[in-house]
């Protein structure tokens, strides 16, 4: 109904504009009439930039990317409050803001789609959560993602996720946003939505004169947390969900930060050297079970590597030779097995998968300070000193976290009747040496909604591709020779609209080594087999079952 409103609003704004406007200089200028003045949505700007007008470079070594055409750019904010459904919507006495951001092709180059992007989906935090400040906490828009989608003719949308990233507090355990149930809410389950309605259904919809033909959304990390939240609470809203590396179980997610710290603290901690040697030990054991010797393991689940063959033994020179002590061993044991209730055993979030090892650094602390301590402290304790590494039992006190931070940041919902009832098709990519997201939690997540709605149901709308060497939101930087660009919105969008189902797999390419290898992405539980002369080339392989 919100939609219907606002749009309604911004075709009377367009008509009053006039029809003869077909420059595109004024036409792009026009939205800023889009929205009334006091209402929730304001337009700021509304500018035509030529061809290279927009140049951004991200964080770490990537290539700076420019816009390939003109385009019209368009910022604005909305302001928002708590609802009565639960969730937020937009109102002008909001004390909460979101800012968002929408790149409009020339009309010649549009290519009649419209992609929401979600947070933490460019490279700028795929090796850097904790340094940026923000990553999983969100709080920017995603522009260099955006604009590299806008080059293939998308029209596209982000926000900030409804707060700003200085909110996000300082690593100290507390997060300012936090504090306000509106921002918690808008930030993983509706900041996209409230985007999608202004930035696609009112501005895009405005600037060529009919809605676009089909809506996507791609997100990373929280991102594709973002993504499971719009197949479960707005089933209506896209044709096609990209969700990757998915931190749809936040609540669960920080729980296995803890768990790893609170196992390797103290005499458990391991050292960026000994995290290496792991995964180097993995690898040898297990690279080439999948007939390819290549450093990377085809499919974890296959490898039985046991790190107790890396314990110390008293003869062993420590200083010449790398070993694990007794509780390194036991340590590492804990990050592989994952979090469990002590009440039933069930797990709590899975553990880590071999190969991933090398980038554990953060698990043993820094991560849950920074994404963990605050959701603990702030919604679920509701006490700013709560110390979780010396106090959480994991007995009593998961179900404060399942009662009161769950059902404001979750998105596990198993039941997406709606979404796959109106046609939506759902993507998941997820990087099997992930260090930070359980490369297992994807995998199981699918069995629990294939549990509920059926294998034939759950096969007619979503897939779950896992990257073999892929970290999280690409590259991890120890699989270099990894291709890191997966061709998976090209699959999905061709799945929409040409029922082409990707089941002999989807194109990955670009591994930062700079070597040109390509490689097949197989939906699970297929995994890619070589079956021609090119280990290298995504041509020789096939997508197969392997028992
Ligand atoms: C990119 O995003 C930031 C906010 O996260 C914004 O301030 C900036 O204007 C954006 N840059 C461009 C070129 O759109
Ligand atoms: C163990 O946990 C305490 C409390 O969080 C922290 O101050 C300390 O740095 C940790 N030690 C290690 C080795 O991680
Ligand atoms: C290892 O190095 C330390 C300090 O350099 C030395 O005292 C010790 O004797 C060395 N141990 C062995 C087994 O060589
Ligand atoms: C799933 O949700 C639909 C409504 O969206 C409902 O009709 C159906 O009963 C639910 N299925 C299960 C197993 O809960
Ligand atoms: C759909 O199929 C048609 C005909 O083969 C082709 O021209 C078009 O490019 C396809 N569309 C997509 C999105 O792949």
Not at 275 to 284: G, K, N, P, Q, S
Not at 309 to 317: F, H, I, R, V
Not at 448 to 476: K, S
Not at 520 to 532: E, F, M, S
Request: glycine letters at 10%; hydrophobic letters at 35%.
């Amino acid at each position: 109904m919100r939609a219907a409103s606002i749009s309604a609003l911004a075709a009377l704004a367009i008509a009053v504009e006039g029809s003869s406007n077909a420059h595109h200089d004024r036409h792009c200028g026009s939205l800023l009439r889009v929205f009334p003045p006091g209402g929730p949505v304001q337009v700021h700007t509304a500018r035509s930039v030529s061809a290279g007008g927009l140049s951004l470079s991200s964080e770490d070594s990537t290539e700076p990317i420019q816009n390939e055409f003109a385009i019209c750019h368009v910022q604005g904010t909305i302001k928002y409050a708590d609802g009565p459904s639960g969730h937020v919507q937009p109102d002008p006495s909001g004390s909460a803001t979101l800012t968002w951001e929408v790149f409009l092709p020339e009309h010649a180059e549009y290519n009649g789609r419209y992609l929401g992007v979600g947070e933490h989906s460019s490279p700028i935090d795929r090796q850097s959560t904790d340094q940026t400040g923000n990553g999983g906490y969100a709080g920017v828009i995603d522009n260099y993602t955006m604009l590299t989608y806008l080059n293939s003719g998308y029209a596209v949308g982000g926000c900030d996720s409804g707060h700003h990233v200085r909110e996000n507090g300082n690593e100290d355990g507390y997060a300012p946003f936090m504090d306000d149930v509106a921002k918690v809410k808008a930030w993983i389950h509706d900041s996209i939505a409230l985007t999608t309605r202004v930035a696609r259904d009112a501005v895009t919809t405005a600037y060529y004169s009919h809605p676009p033909a089909y809506s996507y959304y791609y997100g990373c990390s929280t991102g594709g947390g973002q993504g499971y939240s719009l197949a479960e609470f707005y089933p209506d809203l896209f044709d096609g969900i990209y969700a990757s590396g998915p931190g749809n179980y936040y609540s669960h997610l920080i729980l296995s930060f803890l768990w790893n710290t609170q196992k390797t603290n103290t005499t458990g901690f391991m050292t960026q050297d000994l995290l290496t040697f792991i995964t180097e030990a993995a690898l040898d054991n297990c690279d080439a079970l999948d007939g390819v010797k290549d450093r990377v393991i085809e499919n974890p689940f296959n490898c039985l590597f046991d790190v107790q063959e890396l314990e110390c033994t008293p003869e062993s020179d420590h200083n010449a030779t790398l070993c694990l002590t007794t509780p390194q061993v036991a340590a590492a044991r804990q990050i592989y097995s994952g979090a469990f209730d002590a009440r039933n055993g069930f797990q709590v979030y899975p553990g880590f998968e071999f190969g991933s090892e090398v980038g554990w650094l953060e698990q043993q602390g820094t991560l849950f300070n920074t994404y963990g301590a605050p959701i603990l402290r702030q919604l679920a304790f509701d006490d700013p000193s709560y110390d979780a590494v010396r106090n959480f039992h994991w007995r009593d006190d998961l179900h404060a976290v399942d009662a009161l931070a769950s059902p404001l940041i979750d998105g596990i919902s198993t039941n997406l009747t709606e979404f796959h009832g109106r046609g939506g098709k759902f993507i998941t990519a997820q990087g099997w040496a992930d260090p930070i997201n359980a490369a297992k939690w994807p995998v199981n997540h699918l069995q629990d909604i294939q549990a509920v709605m059926g294998e034939g149901v759950v096969n007619e709308f979503m897939r779950l591709f896992m990257v073999p060497g892929g970290g999280h939101c690409g590259t991890n930087p120890a699989y270099p020779q990894v291709p890191a660009t997966y061709h998976i919105l090209d699959a999905l969008v061709e799945w929409v609209e040409n029922e082409t189902v990707p089941d002999d797999g989807v194109l990955s390419s670009e591994p930062p080594d700079g070597s040109g290898t390509t490689r097949r992405l197989c939906p699970w539980p297929k995994q890619a087999v070589l079956v021609g002369d090119d280990q290298n080339d995504w041509g020789s392989y096939e997508c197969a079952e392997v028992s």
